[in-house]
């Protein structure tokens, strides 16, 4: 009995991921664009919880501003819990990141620092874009939505 059990367990396991794509923990890439003044700005998402719970958000409009003259920096639209996500990174130009203290979310388009900074979670890196951040002065409004999932 506990053969045909665990057969049917099996059996229902194999037709669940063919009928929804697969496992929910394989690997995927996922892309998010930020497009703003006619720029767009492509970005290779991390996978850790705060993306898991930042992906859902989208699409959606952010207002961003620029700090330090290093980064732009904009709210989540609803609070992103930060237990269990793996912190520390190096602030470094072209990453996407959640500053914990204040938990908003942003992009260095300049490099912050050389070390390892516990402040700091990554959410991704642009693939492509990084100078329409850097060339833009000041704050502007951005749409960001999920571009591709392989």
Do not use: C
């Not at 006619?38 to 993306?51: L, S």
């Not at 996500?85 to 992009?107: D, E, H, L, S």
């Not at 050389?114 to 492509?128: A, P």
Request: net charge negative; proline share 3%.
């Amino acid at each position: 009995m506990r053969k045909i059990f665990a057969g049917l367990i099996a059996a229902v396991s194999l037709w669940n991921n063919a009928a929804f794509g697969g496992d929910i923990t394989e690997n995927k890439t996922m892309k998010i664009k930020l497009s703003f003044e006619q720029k767009e700005v492509i970005v290779q998402m991390a996978e850790n919880a705060a993306v898991e719970q930042f992906l859902p958000m989208l699409p959606a409009e952010f207002e961003f501003i620029d700090f330090a003259g290093e980064e732009k920096i904009s709210e989540f639209s609803r609070p992103v819990s930060l237990a269990g996500v793996p912190r520390g990174m190096i602030a470094a130009k072209g990453k996407m990141f959640i500053y914990a203290p204040w938990g908003n979310f942003g992009f260095f388009y300049k490099d912050h620092g050389k070390t390892m900074d516990n402040n700091l979670i990554e959410l991704g890196e642009i693939d492509s874009g990084l100078e329409h951040l850097a060339e833009t002065k000041g704050g502007f409004s951005a749409r960001i939505e999920i571009l591709q999932e392989e």
